[in-house]
T-cell receptor
Framework: SAVISQKPSRDICQRGTSLTIQCQVD?????MFWYRQQPGQSLTLIAT?????????ESGFVIDKFPISRPNLTFSTLTVSNMSPEDSSIYLC????????????FGPGTRLTVL | GIQVEQSPPDLILQEGANSTLRCNFS?????LQWFHQNPWGQLINLFY???GTKQNGRLSATTVATERYSLLYISSSQTTDSGVYFC?????????????FGQGTTLQVKP
């Protein structure tokens, strides 16, 4: 397994501002992901954070809105830019342990409210 | 893309009762996981079970990959079992690790 931490755990932000969420893992991992969970909904993948290269975004998500950094194998950030109330969600990072095992483990999530 | 359907969407149990949650998926998978999301939003790994049967205490899971379904069994339910249970899969072939989630089953266990 992996121990994953996220900061902040929750935040309340004003419309038009940006928030950067940090994800830290206690071991080196190749695959890191960012998911969004809108209120009352399931989880949707935003992007795969690739170490040393640009993130791979899913349909409906763009880099200008959700820029991602992955400076090393244990850390990633997701920025939610120019926020609107529709961005109010839980944002979760996850990691895949690798080595032929595709199991993913999730961080505790960041609960974001945009006013 | 692959479809993941969970049933039932909602379930209310009396403490001590047993239950079965189902996950159907529309294509071959190389990863299937069951999660429990607690009231604070944290996703807790229950099982990594692309095929076969596993047991962990009062919980067990079975995936029949050839028939494209998985079952999660909860026995002697407790109030702490309340929350949302998600099934999620990674489609074959895939080197992306993209987990596709079902819509979840919301379980409420009453004392």
């Amino acid at each position: 397994s992996a121990v994953i931490s996220q900061k902040p755990s929750r935040d309340i932000c004003q419309r038009g501002t940006s928030l950067t969420i940090q994800c830290q893992v206690d071991s080196q991992v190749t695959m890191m992901f960012w998911y969004r969970q809108q209120p009352g909904q399931s989880l949707t993948l935003i992007a795969t954070a690739n170490q040393g290269s640009e993130a791979t975004y899913e349909s409906g998500f763009v880099i200008d809105k959700f820029p991602i950094s992955r400076p090393n194998l244990t850390f990633s950030t997701l920025t939610v830019s120019n926020m609107s109330p529709e961005d109010s969600s839980i944002y979760l990072c996850s990691v895949e342990i690798g080595g032929g095992i595709y199991e993913q483990f999730f961080g505790p999530g960041t609960r974001l409210t945009v006013l | 893309g692959i479809q993941v359907e969970q049933s039932p969407p909602d379930l209310i149990l009396q403490e001590g009762a047993n239950s079965t949650l189902r996950c159907n998926f529309s294509d071959s998978v190389n990863n299937l996981q069951w999660f429990h999301q607690n009231p604070w939003g944290q996703l807790i790994n229950l099982f990594y079970i692309p095929s076969g049967t596993k047991q962990n205490g009062r919980l067990s899971a079975t995936t029949v990959a050839t028939e494209r379904y998985s079952l999660l069994y909860i026995s002697s339910s407790q109030t702490t079992d309340s929350g949302v249970y998600f099934c999620a899969v990674v489609r074959v072939p895939s080197n992306t690790g993209k987990l596709i989630f079902g819509q979840g089953t919301t379980l409420q266990v009453k004392p």
